[in-house]
């Protein structure tokens, strides 16, 4: 059968049975808040500023996961404008965002993060994070990944004005 002939049915199939999604996130440094990334508090002089505890890394893999379902992003599951959101437990958040991408039949497969920031080094804590995460997403801790890069000195993140954190997260399940 010739290519034409086949596309449009399976090729454009919106319940694959394996897809991805992409998450970014930033925050402020701000003086006198807690650090805290991927569900871990990270010893430092600043912390990030933001609604909620301000865990980039959690925010992004949450509209990682969220994304790849299809299912919306952090914003509109947990809007600025509710009090109750005010100061919530990201490692909440995300679990909330597993919890519903399950009731739609999926369950994640990995997770990547980077996260670019000139300080604090994340290193030292990668593991813990990289533990923690796993344990939130029902995973291994094989199947997440957490990577830190610096911005080479360059713009806002070179100035250490905050941090950026992207995440993909694959999702599997739906396959008939
Ligand atoms: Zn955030």
Same mark, same amino acid.
């Given at each position: 059968m010739p290519r034409e002939a086949r596309s449009g049915s399976s090729e454009k199939r919106? @319940?694959?049975?394996y897809r991805v999604g992409i998450g970014y996130d930033s925050h402020r440094f701000a003086a006198g808040r807690p650090l805290v990334l991927g569900g871990i508090r990270i010893e430092s002089e600043v912390g990030l500023a933001g609604?909620?505890?301000?865990d980039a890394v959690c925010h992004a893999i949450t509209d990682a996961v969220l994304g790849a379902a299809g299912l919306g992003d952090i914003g509109e599951m947990f809007?600025?404008?509710?009090? =109750?959101?005010?100061?919530? @437990?990201s490692v909440g958040m995300l679990e909330a965002a597993v919890r519903r991408v399950a009731a739609a039949g999926y369950s994640v497969g990995n997770v990547d993060v980077s996260v670019i920031a000139e =300080?604090?080094?994340?290193g030292p804590h990668r593991d813990r994070m990289k533990a923690r995460l796993a344990d939130v997403l029902g995973v @291994?801790?094989?199947?997440v990944s957490v990577k830190g890069k610096t911005n080479?000195?360059?713009g806002w993140i070179g100035r250490k004005e905050g941090l950026a954190c992207i995440a993909v997260a694959t999702l599997f399940g739906k396959s008939e």
């Open positions: 919106p @319940d694959a049975a609604h909620s505890d301000a809007p600025d404008s509710d009090p =109750a959101n005010k100061d919530r @437990d =300080a604090p080094r994340l @291994d801790a094989g199947a080479e000195g360059m």
